[in-house]
């Protein structure tokens, strides 16, 4: 089933607290540039909100 969005999945590993590190994709595909874009963004945003809190 890799059907789905790279970006998309990446997203959704993150808010998951699955590490980076763990991206499926072959490194230097576009999939997995794309997954590491989308779990950066909701990384950032989840430890942005987590240092405001502090």
């Known amino acids: ?3 789905i969005d790279p970006f998309a999945a990446g997203e959704r590993a993150a808010r998951e607290n699955i590490p980076a590190e763990a991206n499926p994709y072959q490194d230097g595909s576009d999939e997995h540039a794309l ?4 779990h ?3 990384a950032g945003a989840i430890e942005a909100r987590e240092s405001e809190g502090s």
């Open 1 to 3: 089933m890799m059907d």
């Open 35 to 38: 997954w590491a874009a989308g």
């Open 40 to 42: 950066e963004k909701v």
